[in-house]
């Protein structure tokens, strides 16, 4: 399996557009700041990577945009930068392929006050059309007239790596010369004060994850541009050991997911993986298992990039823009990402710089 990417499309926190994205991971700065958005004062968590300088007019037709909630905006305008970035028009037949932990949560809650203050009939339709996950991954289908396979796959952390692995299975199958992959995350008041009350947020000193919002879209097995890098192969496995709410804590699952992505990549030694793209966010239990496990890879540079900008489904489209990034710029020649999920989710991918 090689799957070449020819376009990215990013909107994250502190950056909008690949280019700026790559500036920002060249600069090591973190976009991780205090909330300002919604009230944290009775919380105990106060910092998120939270995306402010997106303006969805400047990608999306007014008259369109009031149609789409804030997740299918992020995914929307994300897919928009892709497409123009790989330098080609996409067949119809192309597939949509979108991840996102939570998907609209604000719309939800939108939707349910109106539903509780006005009853059924007088509740909007339109905000409960807009309040299932798959609403990005439709609203980018209907802008470009996309008739492929579309799938929105909802896994908690490893929710963009799983609609990437599912994506380059069918492109390596022929169901689809192209696809859009990616996945977008809004970070909102609910979402954020029930992960501060179960206590998964980092805050004083104590360990947690950072939440992150955010879209990123690439382009695969189309466009004209030279590939950024190849989707060369996927593991995927399984920690029983984890909770719903909580990680495994099994190094040997992780290793046993990191090498079936390199057996599917047809990397046999484990010396041809330069750089492992880390899930590493913050979690005590989570990290602990992962920094296990990658003592199978004693050569390989590890790389942190959760710290930049939060953890969720944007978390794991923006550690592949940024993997993508270091192989275009010749640092490495395959790269491994790691995305751990909650509840035991683990999906690891092998990108690499050449086509074989």
């Known amino acids: 399996m090689r799957i070449p990417i020819t376009g990215i499309g990013v909107i994250a926190p502190g950056a909008i557009g690949i280019e700026a994205f790559r500036a920002l991971l060249a600069s090591g700065a973190s976009a991780v700041a205090d909330v300002d958005r919604w009230d944290t004062s009775g919380l105990s968590a106060h910092k998120a990577a939270l995306v402010r300088d997106f303006k969805p007019k400047d990608f ?5 945009m009031r149609r789409m909630n804030a997740l299918s905006r992020l ?4 897919a928009k930068l892709a497409i123009d970035d790989c330098g080609g028009a996409l067949e119809p037949e192309t597939g949509v392929a979108i991840g996102t932990a939570f998907g609209p949560v604000q719309t939800s809650v939108e939707y349910m006050q109106e539903y509780v203050e006005k009853g059924a009939a007088l509740a909007p339709p339109q905000l ?3 309040s299932v996950a798959n609403a990005p991954g439709s609203h980018i289908a209907i802008e470009w007239g996309l008739r492929g396979f579309n799938v929105t796959i909802t896994q908690r952390e490893s929710s963009a790596l799983a609609a990437a692995m599912y994506a380059a299975t069918q492109l390596a199958k022929g169901s689809a010369g192209a696809a859009l992959i990616g996945g977008v995350e809004e970070a909102n008041e609910m979402l954020f004060s029930v992960l501060d009350r179960i206590g998964a947020l980092a805050h004083d000193g104590h360990p ?3 939440l992150g919002e955010g879209g990123a879209v690439l382009v695969a097995g189309a466009g004209t541009r030279k590939p950024y890098g190849w989707l060369a192969g996927f593991g995927i496995a399984r920690d029983t050991t984890a909770t719903i709410s909580n990680y495994g804590s099994d190094p040997s699952v992780i290793v046993r997911a990191m090498h079936a992505a390199l057996e599917d990549a047809g990397l046999g030694a484990i010396d041809a993986i330069e750089a492992i793209y880390v899930s590493l966010n913050g979690s005590l ?3 602990d298992t992962e920094k296990e496990a990658l003592l199978m890879f004693p ?3 590890i790389v942190r990039t959760k ?3 939060g953890e969720y489904a944007a978390g794991g489209a923006l550690q592949i823009v940024a993997a993508l990034v270091a192989l275009d710029e010749g640092r490495y020649r395959n790269v491994l990402v790691n995305s751990i999920s909650a509840g035991g989710g683990i999906v690891c991918a092998v990108l690499s710089r050449e086509a074989a």
């Open 75 to 78: 995914g929307v305008a994300a």
């Open 299 to 301: 050569r390989a540079d």
């Open 307 to 309: 710290h930049i900008f």
């Open 285 to 287: 239990r989570g990290d």
């Open 60 to 64: 999306i037709p007014v008259m369109k």
């Open 128 to 130: 409960f059309a807009e």
């Open 208 to 210: 947690g994850i950072t």
